[in-house]
């Protein structure tokens, strides 16, 4: 299964027998809180609101939402907000998480805590999938938000973390493109050394589940004519499921590219621990924030 847009993923969401529970950590934000309306007269999510409760009560008469008042915690400090939203994960109590009225350092440090966090032992990283105007698919990108400069090892957690994440919205064998601004392995270029490897990895079965191409430039990846133009054959060629990047420079341009330049819309969290952490930025759309909860709720099932 491939999933062409949001359409498709909302409506398999929309299917599930019944809502998941979704924990919002100082949940004092109006953008947030219209997708989790959103969300909640969609059937995708009951949400649990951790925060300062007079200013949440004060938006949910606004949006003329009701929540039970058992699902509303009064933590006004928004620090505490995280730990305690963590904690409820923990608990059992959520299935993901969604950052309100935070700074991405405030809900990361009770995630990421090695006693009562939510780690697994291994890289989290940050997945979104896009989706673009011109390509026949959504299109996962990763890592542009959690690592800065992912070693060999790293960039194979990144991809196992991906796949993993992909295999549980319906895809069977994900397509990896590991790119780079050439095709060929150039000494000189540590990043197309690594893809290569990456690529071999797969080949050994070191990498499962998936295919993986590397080094490949993005044309190449999203484009079969500019594929064929250059004689790279691969089945990931012009059909990627997936853009594996170098760096969070890369991610992070390629990411506002597609959504400022491209006219496409994302969603992504955080993958790698005990339950997704939606880790939207204040300044996101309330709609970025529904397709997030969507993709996180998808992702739980």
């Known amino acids: 299964m491939v999933l062409k847009n949001?359409?498709?993923?909302?409506?398999?969401?929309?299917?599930?027998?019944?809502?998941?529970?979704?924990?919002?950590?100082?949940?004092?934000?109006?953008?947030?809180?219209?997708a989790v309306y959103h969300a909640v007269k969609e059937g995708i999510v009951r949400p649990v609101l951790v925060g300062d409760k007079k200013v949440i009560m004060a938006i949910l008469n606004k949006l003329g939402m009701e929540i039970p008042e058992t699902d509303i915690y009064d933590v006004p400090d928004p620090d505490e907000a995280a730990y305690k939203a963590v904690a409820l994960v923990r608990e059992g109590k959520g299935d993901f998480i969604m950052k309100g009225k935070l700074e991405t350092s405030q809900i990361l440090k009770p995630v990421?805590?090695?006693?009562?966090?939510?780690?697994?032992?291994?890289?989290?990283?940050?997945?979104?999938?896009?989706?673009l105007p011109y390509y026949h698919k959504l299109l996962v990108t990763s890592d542009g938000g959690?690592?800065?400069?992912?070693?060999?090892?790293?960039?194979?957690?990144?991809?196992?973390?991906?796949?993993?994440?992909?295999?549980?919205?319906?895809?069977?064998?994900?397509?990896?493109?590991?790119?780079?601004?050439?095709?060929?392995?150039?000494?000189?270029?540590?990043?197309?050394?690594?893809?290569?490897?990456?690529?071999?990895m797969n080949k050994s079965g070191e990498i499962k589940n998936c295919i993986v191409a590397g080094p490949i430039s993005l044309d190449i990846a999203l484009d079969k004519e500019a594929a064929d133009i250059k004689g790279y054959h691969n089945p990931v060629a012009g059909d990627a499921d997936m853009i594996l990047v170098p760096n969070i420079q890369v991610g992070n341009i390629l990411g506002k590219s597609i959504v400022t330049i491209a006219g496409g819309k994302m969603a992504g969290f955080i993958v790698g621990a005990k339950a997704p952490i939606i880790l939207t930025s204040r300044g996101s759309s309330a709609e970025e924030k529904y397709l997030s909860i969507v993709l996180a709720a998808c992702a739980t099932n």
Do not use: W
């Not at 990421?112 to 896009?130: A, P, Q, R, Y």
């Open 6 to 34: 949001f359409e498709e993923l909302i409506a398999k969401v929309k299917s599930f027998s019944e809502p998941k529970r979704m924990i919002v950590a100082a949940a004092g934000d109006e953008h947030t809180l219209e």
């Open 112 to 131: 990421v805590n090695k006693e009562t966090g939510l780690g697994m032992g291994k890289v989290m990283s940050h997945f979104v999938i896009n989706e």
């Open 146 to 200: 959690m690592v800065t400069y992912p070693t060999l090892q790293q960039k194979k957690e990144i991809i196992d973390n991906a796949v993993n994440t992909m295999i549980k919205l319906g895809y069977d064998c994900p397509k990896v493109a590991a790119v780079a601004a050439v095709e060929k392995v150039n000494p000189k270029m540590p990043e197309t050394v690594e893809a290569d490897q990456l690529a071999q």
